[in-house]
């Protein structure tokens, strides 16, 4: 008989501005590397504009980075957010100019 405790499926601390496919999003880019949000469409049963528009917004968090136009990767808070370890209700928007 086992006597480990189950855990949580959702001990992340996400931010008011956050969608539930956001930890999605940010799942399938650590998983896959860099990505197009058609390419998270293709991946990740969402469709291809919202891809868009939360890539957008969790770049503009600091927890995904443009690498090009239209390409996205996940950055150290991403990383640090998908592993329990940032809240991210505590971040603020980053400037990218």
Do not use: F
Request: proline share 4%.
């Amino acid at each position: 008989m086992s006597t480990a405790t189950p855990r949580s499926n959702n001990m992340r601390k996400q931010a008011d501005w956050m969608t539930p496919s956001d930890d999605r999003v940010l799942e399938l880019i650590r998983e896959y590397g860099n990505l197009t949000p058609s390419a998270i469409a293709d991946k990740g049963d969402i469709s291809r504009q919202h891809a868009s528009q939360r890539c957008s917004e969790l770049a503009e968090y600091g927890l995904l980075t443009r690498v090009h136009r239209g390409l996205y990767g996940i950055t150290d808070h991403g990383i640090a957010y998908l592993d329990e370890e940032l809240d991210a209700s505590t971040l603020d928007p980053v400037d990218e100019s």
